[in-house]
């Protein structure tokens, strides 16, 4: 049996990639700021662990408990939505210390035994907003696209220890938790310059007929990544991200 490391479980992409890899009858360590088993079913292949990806003693530890892996699915993530000109920089560190910095803090914890083993895949989830910019979300997009650059570099890289990467692109996902999680993040980020186009381009996000993302979409482009020795680079999730790739 392989075993998976994912971050990110407590909802959406991360929790529905746990579900179908349980399933599969592979060993899971599903990660959460908040460990809650229940989230998952019952299985001996589970194990919930305790993880924030911006601390280095928590991935430390974790790294400890976990033992050797087979595949890292860097899937923690924040959201953050607003206008530049109203977005503190402490904000875009916050946003940059989870989806950047603890995705490559993740990557550099697993890949001394991968390197060892000369065996390993590394599944870094990204954005289809990295594909077409969207306005309001230039933060968001930047920490996603500096992942992508960094994953297809270090792919060259781990090449001769037989260790690959590759990126999952997820589109526009209504039906997760992940906007109404960056909500706090928000307060004051459209300042008044900004409503009218804010309030215009949220109307149309409200009346789009586009297909979108779903759990499942991400859940399944993981696995063709973990389990398919010549997936592509970049694999779209979703509807929408398959069109704009």
């Known amino acids: 049996m392989k075993t998976i490391l994912i971050t990110g479980c407590s909802s959406g992409f991360g929790l529905e990639t746990a579900r179908y890899f349980l399933e599969r009858d592979w060993k899971v360590i599903a990660t959460m700021r908040t460990p809650n088993a229940d989230?998952?079913?019952?299985?001996?292949?589970?194990?919930?662990?305790?993880?924030?990806?911006?601390?280095?003693?928590?991935?430390?530890?974790?790294?400890?408990?976990?033992?050797?892996?087979?595949?890292?699915?860097?899937?923690?993530?924040?959201?953050?939505?607003?206008?530049?000109?109203?977005?503190?920089?402490?904000?875009?560190?916050?946003?940059?210390e989870t989806n950047t910095f603890g995705t490559m803090a993740m990557t550099q914890a697993v890949l001394p035994q991968m390197r060892e083993r000369k065996a390993g895949v590394i599944v870094n989830v990204t954005s289809s907003v990295t594909l077409k910019s969207l306005p309001l979300l230039s933060v968001y997009t930047a920490s996603k696209a500096a992942v992508n650059a960094f994953t297809e570099s270090l792919a060259l890289e781990l090449?001769?220890?037989?260790?690959?990467?590759?990126?999952?692109?997820?589109?526009?996902?209504?039906?997760?938790?992940?906007?109404?999680?960056?909500?706090?993040r928000m307060q004051g980020a459209i300042p008044e310059a900004y409503a009218a186009m804010a309030q215009h381009v949220f109307a149309g996000w409200a009346q789009s007929t586009e297909e979108v993302t779903h759990a499942i979409d991400v859940a399944q482009a993981v696995w063709q990544a973990a389990t398919t020795a010549d997936a592509p680079m970049r694999i779209a999730a979703g509807a929408d991200a398959v069109a704009l790739m």
């Open 39 to 96: 989230l998952l079913p019952a299985s001996p292949h589970l194990r919930v662990l305790p993880l924030d990806v911006t601390d280095p003693d928590s991935i430390s530890k974790l790294i400890e408990t976990a033992g050797p892996v087979d595949v890292l699915v860097n899937n923690a993530g924040i959201g953050l939505l607003g206008a530049l000109e109203g977005i503190s920089l402490d904000k875009v560190r916050e946003v940059f």
């Open 159 to 184: 090449a001769q220890c037989n260790v690959r990467v590759n990126l999952v692109l997820p589109g526009r996902a209504p039906t997760t938790s992940f906007g109404a999680n960056a909500q706090p």
